[in-house]
């Protein structure tokens, strides 16, 4: 892992380390800040996918975030301390999907985790990929206090927010969820129960799909015939179009006057 953090230290970014526990639980994720900087910063949570934060996708996106100028905090949900897959995957996925609300403590106090950030300014966003889109999005439900300003859901699992508490969105954190048309893990069912909830309960939110794209659209690893039969594939044009949508919605949602 100290290897793959030194493949992202470079002239402009410094990536490192950052501990913190939740309900007995240590959850180490990597924080990248610009170098040389001595100014404060926005924040920007960048939550993982199925596999755990560290993976040098996540990290990338990381040091991207950094190199515009933020601060990232790519946070650890499962705390395992390596990449999970197989049966161990299963263990940590399911724990979670099955118990939302842990999810969404466990994103709440990533949250509270960056704030310790030096010169981070209290202004606090988040975009997450897969099972990460999900958090980001049980976060926004949370409508934790302080400057939290919104997040963007990249491929991430749609629902109503059935297993958790009911809270109003008017005038919260904004959200933005991108998704694949021919994701066979979002339903149009699915994206119907996210739409009534965000009308319902008044949130200041957008649904964007690429057209024929399926899931994990983002990932240039997926290109074989073997990730589009399980439904999942890289396609450049929206993994481009995409970030360049993430940007624009930081820059919007960070120079918000209250």
């Known amino acids: 892992m100290d290897s793959l953090l030194e493949d992202f230290n470079c002239a402009d970014v410094v990536v490192q380390k950052l501990s913190h526990f939740h309900d007995g639980q240590e959850l180490t994720g990597f924080v990248a800040l610009?170098?040389?900087?001595?100014?404060?910063?926005?924040?920007?949570?960048?939550?993982?996918?199925?596999?755990?934060?560290?993976?040098?996708?996540?990290?990338?996106?990381?040091?991207?975030?950094?190199?515009?100028?933020?601060?990232?905090?790519?946070?650890?949900?499962?705390?395992?301390?390596?990449?999970?897959?197989?049966?161990?995957?299963?263990?940590?996925?399911?724990?979670?999907?099955?118990?939302?609300?842990l999810l969404q403590s466990r994103m709440v106090s990533a949250l509270e985790a960056s704030l310790s950030i030096p010169?981070?300014?209290?202004?606090?966003?988040?975009?997450?990929?897969?099972?990460?889109?999900?958090?980001?999005?049980?976060?926004?439900?949370?409508?934790?206090?302080?400057?939290?300003?919104?997040?963007?859901?990249?491929?991430?699992?749609?629902?109503?927010?059935?297993?958790l508490d009911s809270v109003s969105l008017e005038g919260g954190p904004k959200i933005l969820a991108l998704n694949g048309s021919s994701d066979p893990y979002v339903t149009q069912a699915d994206k119907a129960a996210f739409t009534a909830e965000m009308e319902s309960k008044n949130a200041r939110w957008r649904l964007h799909d690429f057209a024929e794209c399926?899931?994990?659209?983002?990932?240039?690893?997926?290109?074989?015939?073997?990730?589009?039969?399980?439904?999942?594939?890289y396609d450049e044009d929206a993994a481009t179009r995409s970030w360049e949508m993430v940007e624009a919605f930081l820059s919007e949602v960070f120079t918000r006057q209250e």
């Open 214 to 233: 399926m899931h994990a659209f983002t990932r240039p690893d997926k290109t074989k015939e073997e990730d589009r039969r399980m439904g999942l594939y």
């Open 119 to 163: 010169n981070v300014t209290g202004q606090v966003a988040a975009i997450g990929y897969c099972f990460g889109g999900t958090a980001v999005l049980d976060l926004c439900r949370a409508r934790p206090p302080g400057l939290f300003r919104g997040a963007v859901s990249l491929h991430g699992i749609l629902d109503g927010g059935e297993k």
């Open 34 to 101: 610009p170098r040389r900087s001595e100014h404060s910063h926005h924040c920007v949570l960048v939550a993982h996918t199925a596999i755990g934060p560290q993976e040098s996708f996540i990290l990338d996106k990381a040091s991207k975030l950094a190199k515009l100028g933020y601060v990232s905090f790519a946070v650890d949900l499962f705390g395992a301390g390596h990449l999970v897959f197989g049966d161990e995957k299963v263990e940590h996925n399911s724990r979670l999907k099955e118990d939302r609300r």
